[in-house]
């Protein structure tokens, strides 16, 4: 039980008011109408931030903000870590802790002021220590890191469109890092659009280092820790960083990035060796355990791929329903990538199909499971989690074959995706619609099979029956035990399927 719980019960509503002097002066006169102004205070000791939020109240009776995010990570209970909720200006507060809402109602106008605090105090939690520290805020002593999702508010009024935050006070010794600029400094003022806030990464660390290279002519900047395993892991990226990542930009022939950070933070819990991550604007963010190896090298290259897939262009979902393009279909980019690097061989590449995506897949007792019907389960259990990544890598992998053997292998799935981004990826609205990916698609196989291979394979959940289904030349597929597994003959050279 937090503070806030302590103080006030666990009553889900409750009032403040708070009557200040007339006279007081704002030091935020340049708080513009269309922003939410945020100030940070951390002593770099304790767990709690202190927060200030200064905004417009645009003429209106009442505003409402809305915090944390409780979906990414499953964490139910976000809304506890925000404590000591304050306001000024003679207005009330009303806090619904059931519904994670503040409405502040103005008995006058102009600009206002929301004060709260979020105890960051780490939850070293084993059997949830990836979801817990990748999205949930985490302080200590000579840590912070926190992403967007539960830093920033949400609000009801639309008219807000843009977000700024500065540190106020800090531990001035400390490393910085911030994934809106990598040069920037904590007292240096960042804005976001409102609608991409829960995409920004703050991060301060005493152990905090970093490594810049020069990809592609675009500055690349790898964030690692000098705890744990931190140096192994920037010294082990190098060729990651080196050849993965021009040859995926090559691969969507895009290179309009004015910058691109990986963030590789070690997790405060002691686990056995895993890697979570998120793809970012301009990056990603991980948090793991133990030394770089094949697991997370995927995990890299699956988050990097994210930047297209994921960031750029997403298919739209009320709730998880399309996540096997967003998941399964970069999951089967970055593996494509690997090999193309030449990172993955024939082998590795095999290994990673049979093992880690047919076998779970079709021995998952929940694999039939539609997707409308994943996200309630996501977060709970690891058969429904996987779902959505192997069903979408199952059918790219499957598309991929059947584009080539439509073409006389003279096209390919990346032809598909590049027809896909160029015409709806790089537009501002980044979100797609099935409709999209069928219309694109049908460039190269019967629109009538596309519309009902995603109905039945992706939606309902039925299983791709590789017994009735012609891959092209040299690969071939055995059934064991009811698992398709995937070989490849030696008759054509392996890397040239994946150039």
């Not at 800090?170 to 040069?183: A, G, I, T």
């Not at 988050?303 to 329903?321: F, L, N, Q």
């Not at 039939?368 to 779902?387: G, Q, V």
């Not at 039945?456 to 009735?468: A, E, P, T």
Request: aromatic content about 14%; glycine content about 6%.
């Amino acid at each position: 039980m937090n503070n806030f719980q302590q103080f006030f019960g666990r009553v889900g509503l409750f009032t403040i008011v708070a009557y200040l002097c007339s006279g007081i002066v704002y030091g935020q006169n340049d708080t513009n109408k269309n922003r939410l102004d945020y100030h940070f205070s951390w002593d770099g000791k304790s767990s709690i931030l202190k927060v200030e939020l200064f905004y417009h109240t645009h003429n209106a009776d009442s505003t409402v903000f809305v915090f944390g995010n409780p979906n990414p990570g499953g964490l139910t209970n976000i809304f506890d870590i925000l404590v000591n909720p304050g306001i000024d200006h003679g207005d009330s507060l009303s806090v619904n802790t059931s519904d994670r809402k503040l409405v502040v109602r103005h008995n006058t106008q102009g600009v206002k002021k929301l004060n709260y605090e979020i105890d960051g105090t780490p939850v070293l939690d084993p059997k949830r220590a990836r979801p817990n520290e990748a999205f949930r805020p985490s302080i200590a002593p000579g840590f912070f890191y926190s992403l967007g999702y539960n830093l920033f508010m949400d609000v009801a009024d639309s008219t807000f469109t843009d977000v700024t935050f500065v540190w106020d006070s800090w531990p001035e010794q400390m490393p910085y890092f911030v994934s809106l600029d990598p040069e920037a400094k904590p007292g240096h003022r960042q804005m976001v659009a409102h609608a991409e806030r829960n995409g920004v990464l703050i991060q301060m660390n005493q152990n905090l280092q970093r490594k810049k290279y020069d990809i592609n002519k675009i500055p690349t900047y790898l964030i690692t820790s000098k705890s744990g395993d931190g140096n192994d892991m920037q010294q082990g990226m190098d060729s990651l960083v080196a050849r993965f990542i021009p040859g995926i930009r090559e691969f969507w022939q895009d290179y309009d990035f004015k910058f691109y950070f990986l963030s590789m933070i070690p997790l405060l819990t002691e686990v056995p060796s895993t890697m979570t991550g998120i793809g970012l604007n301009n990056g990603f963010g991980t948090r793991y355990s133990g030394p770089l190896d094949t697991e997370k090298m995927v995990t890299i290259a699956h988050e990097i791929s994210h930047s297209w897939i994921g960031v750029r262009m997403g298919i739209k979902s009320k709730t998880m329903e399309n996540t096997w393009f967003s998941e399964g279909f970069n999951d089967y980019i970055a593996i494509y990538n690997l090999v193309r690097s030449g990172l993955f061989d024939q082998t590795a590449f095999l290994n990673y199909v049979n093992k880690e995506i047919l076998r779970p897949h079709y021995t998952n007792p929940e694999n039939k499971t539609p997707a409308d019907s994943i996200e309630m389960n996501f977060w709970k259990n690891k058969n429904f989690e996987k779902i959505p990544y192997h069903r979408g890598f199952i059918y790219a992998l499957y598309l991929d074959h059947q584009i080539r053997l439509a073409t006389n292998s003279k096209k390919g799935l990346r032809d598909f995706l590049l027809i896909l981004y160029n015409q709806n990826g790089k537009s501002k609205e980044k979100v797609l619609t099935v409709a999209d990916f069928i219309e694109a698609l049908s460039a190269f196989l019967p629109k009538e099979q596309i519309e009902l291979e995603v109905k039945n394979y992706m939606h309902d959940g039925q299983l791709l029956d590789f017994r009735k289904i012609k891959l092209i030349n040299s690969f071939l597929v055995n059934y064991d035990d009811q698992v398709p597994q995937i070989s490849f003959s030696g008759k054509s050279d392996f890397s040239s399927f994946y150039k």
